[in-house]
């Protein structure tokens, strides 16, 4: 099975800030990673899939990049509503398999 | 616009059974593989299962292999997971998730989940 690895577990930065949340993959993966946005009682959103497409409807100030293992996902310019966890998921072979999550506060 | 609603959850006892399904509407159900996700109170995403278009491919975790089977049926828009010989490990809420171009894909459809909850 694919591990996937997310860093920082939570992290806390103010409204305008530019925010990074890395993922890195147990083994080599391709561009077959997407990332999705999980705020309190509401359903996972897509925001990026294979490495580095937004999805349609997701602001522009969220950008993916990497391949192989190690992926990355930045907000720039910190906004409150994107409070929330966010998780990498690979989906280059099964298992799928998710990171543990970044939880995102504002400072 | 692409709605997904699961049915089916409630509380059981361990080594109970229940069977979740999940209605789709706003797209061609058949030209969309499906996705079963969960997520445990306070845990992270998990994947359970994933179904092809057609339903002839089927892939598992290894924590519900032999005990949950995926399925679905084309001409009622539905995706069904029966759950045999729950464990209190399988407390979660379940996720049917559409995948937008294989089996093995990302999930671009979420929809709100319905709660498992094995305990005696």
């Known amino acids: 099975d694919i591990q996937m690895t997310q860093s920082p577990s939570s992290l806390s930065a103010s409204v305008g800030d530019r925010v990074t949340i890395t993922c890195r993959a147990s083994?080599?993966?391709?561009?077959?990673l997407a990332w999705y946005q999980k705020e309190p009682g509401e359903v996972p959103k897509l925001l990026i899939y294979?490495?580095?497409t937004l999805q349609s409807g997701v602001p522009s100030r969220f950008s993916g990049s990497g391949s192989g293992t190690d992926f990355t996902l930045t907000v720039y310019s910190l906004q409150p509503e994107d409070v929330a966890t966010y998780y990498c998921?690979?989906?280059?072979?099964?298992?799928?398999?998710f990171g543990q999550g970044t939880k995102v506060e504002i400072k | 616009e692409v709605h997904l609603v699961e049915s089916g959850g409630g509380l059981v006892k361990p080594g109970e059974s229940l069977r979740l399904s999940c209605v789709a509407s706003?797209?061609?159900?058949?030209?969309?593989?499906m996705t079963w996700v969960r997520q445990a109170p306070g845990k992270g995403l998990e994947w359970v299962s994933s179904?092809?278009?057609?339903?002839?491919?089927?892939y598992s975790a290894d924590s519900v292999q032999g005990r949950f089977t995926i399925s679905r049926d084309n001409t009622k828009n539905s995706l069904y997971l029966q759950m045999n010989s729950l464990r209190a490990e399988d407390t979660a809420v379940y996720h049917c998730?559409?995948?937008?171009?294989?089996?093995?894909?990302?999930?671009?459809?979420w929809g709100q989940g319905t709660l498992v909850t094995v305990s005696s």
């Open positions: 998730v559409r995948a937008p171009q294989g089996v093995i894909d990302r999930g671009d459809y």
């Open positions: 706003g797209f061609t159900f058949s030209t969309y593989a």
């Open positions: 179904i092809s278009r057609s339903g002839d491919f089927k």
């Open positions: 083994q080599g993966i391709g561009h077959s």
């Open positions: 294979a490495s580095s």
């Open positions: 998921q690979q989906y280059n072979s099964a298992p799928l398999t």
